[in-house]
């Protein structure tokens, strides 16, 4: 059963623009939240997390945002760029257990 | 950020055969590792969590006979895909964490092909 989901497995978005990668979730019991970025043939590099005590977290060209009464994330890169298209995978854990549950990614394609 | 490595990258092997694949943490103690298989446009799925000196937990529908997970020690953890066969085939991932740290640090990935 999924408990992360990812129900865009595709986006395309012009070079400086705002890119927008959407995550929901299931169980309650998450507290903590990750965004990671992975190319083909390699394993996913962290990006950007949030724990539920926070609505929004910035790094650079990164923001998360979480709305814990919706359950959904949502990941900003702005602007935009090529160097960006990979595909993004939204990860939650209950921070007692560590593990984490991924989504299935979005794929991003920053065109020029 | 920390350094996780996996060898072999890429590995092809006849069906029946058994595979190892080695997941070290290069400059940190792991004090937790989280193997993980990929299929092709299929998210990561977590297989077994091991920590160090202790048995791996799988996750549900994962045979433990089948997938040996060996945690010697705070910098290697060891997946063997016991007596492989062609629905076997993926691309597995393994990952590290130090201690009171959620963060995971992933390894690179080997891409297995049973024939």
């Known amino acids: 059963d999924q408990q992360v989901k990812q129900n865009s497995p595709s986006l395309s978005v012009q070079e400086g623009r705002i890119s927008i990668l959407n995550c929901d979730y299931t169980?309650?019991?998450?507290?903590?939240f990750l965004w990671y970025k992975k190319y083909p043939a390699e394993g996913p590099t962290f990006l950007i997390s949030?724990?539920?005590?926070?609505d929004k977290n910035e790094d650079g060209r990164f923001t998360v945002f979480l709305n814990k009464s919706a359950k959904h994330l949502s990941l900003h890169i702005v602007p935009s760029q090529p160097g960006d298209s990979a595909v993004y995978f939204c990860a939650a854990s209950i921070i007692s257990g560590y593990a984490l549950n991924f989504g299935k990614g979005t794929s991003l394609l920053v065109t020029p | 950020g920390a350094v996780v490595s996996q060898h072999p990258s890429r590995v092809i092997c006849k069906s029946g055969t058994s595979v190892k694949i080695e997941c070290r943490s290069l400059d940190f103690q792991a004090t937790t590792m989280f193997w993980y298989r990929q299929f092709p446009k299929q998210s990561l799925m977590l297989m077994a969590t091991?920590?160090?000196?202790?048995?791996?937990?799988?996750e549900q529908g994962v045979e433990k006979d089948k997938f040996l997970i060996n945690h010697a020690s705070l910098t290697l953890s060891t997946l063997t895909v016991t007596s492989a066969h062609p629905e076997d085939s993926s691309f597995y991932i393994c990952?590290?964490?130090?201690?009171?740290?959620?963060?995971?640090?992933f390894g690179p990935g080997t891409r297995l092909t049973v024939l």
């Open positions: 949030i724990s539920s005590i926070k």
């Open positions: 990952s590290a964490r130090g201690e009171a740290v959620v963060q995971q640090f």
């Open positions: 169980n309650s019991m998450f507290d903590y």
């Open positions: 091991s920590n160090e000196g202790s048995k791996a937990t799988y």
